[in-house]
Structure formats: C-alpha cells, structure tokens
Nanobody, 124 residues
Framework: QVQLVESGGGLVQAGDSLRLSCAAS????????MGWFRQAPGKEREFVAS????????YYADSVKGRFTISRDNTKNTVFLQMNSLKPEDTAVYYC?????????????????WGQGTQVTVSS
C-alpha cells in the first residue's frame, strides 16, 4: 500500500503561483511513476503531469506545459507541482496518484493509489 497526502491548495488570483505537495508513505517508490491529475466540477479527471521516480523523466499536459513543473524530493518521499501563471481554468481539485510502473500514462485508470485531493481556485 502507498498512502498519499496532498497539501498546498488554496484561493489565488489569476497570474499567481502555488506549489502543491504530495507526501508518500508505505513503500519505496523506485518502481513507481507519480502523477498529478485534476478534476473540475462536472468534468472527468484529467492528466496534468507525471514523473518517473527513478530517473525523474517528466511528462506534461499541453494545457500546463511551460507553466507547471513537477519534481520530487527523494529524501522526503514527496512530489511537488509548482504552478505558475495560474488561470481561472486551472480551478479544480488536484489529486496525486502513484502508478506501479516506470512507464507513465495519462490515463487515471493506470494509477493504483490516490490521495484525497486539494482544492485550487483561481479567481479572475
């Protein structure tokens, strides 16, 4: 089992920045890919970014490329999502997921464990 706890969400204005954190426990993550997804009201959960724990290879959705950065801290077993130049359309609940594979996927069904989510609201 992998336990994931997200934090760092909040209410910000358009153009501001936020950094989300996802603290993982329960397993070593060398064979995992970590992902950030988001879900707005009435919409499906969508891929934001992922990172291979071993090696740090990253992938991004086109909608956030150049604005968001995913990273990890091996010593703290924590994944981060730095979000810059936030837009109202970034408003959603952001979820951290862990996938038992070194190969990334943008499909939410490909992730084995999820955190409880953290709300990000961007006002115009």
């Amino acid at each position: 089992q992998v336990q994931l706890v997200e934090s760092g969400g909040g209410l910000v204005q358009a153009g501001d920045s936020l950094r989300l954190s996802c603290a993982a426990s329960g397993r070593t993550l060398n064979d995992y890919t970590m992902g950030w997804f988001r879900q707005a009201p009435g919409k499906e959960r969508e891929f934001v970014a992922s990172i291979r724990w071993s090696g740090g290879i990253t992938y991004y959705a086109d909608s956030v490329k150049g604005r968001f950065t995913i990273s990890r801290d091996n010593t703290k077993n924590t994944v981060f999502l730095q979000m810059n130049s936030l837009k109202p359309e970034d408003t959603a609940v952001y979820y951290c997921g862990a996938r038992y594979s070194v190969f990334s996927t943008s499909r939410s069904t490909g992730y084995n464990y999820w955190g409880q989510g953290t709300q990000v609201t961007v006002s115009s």
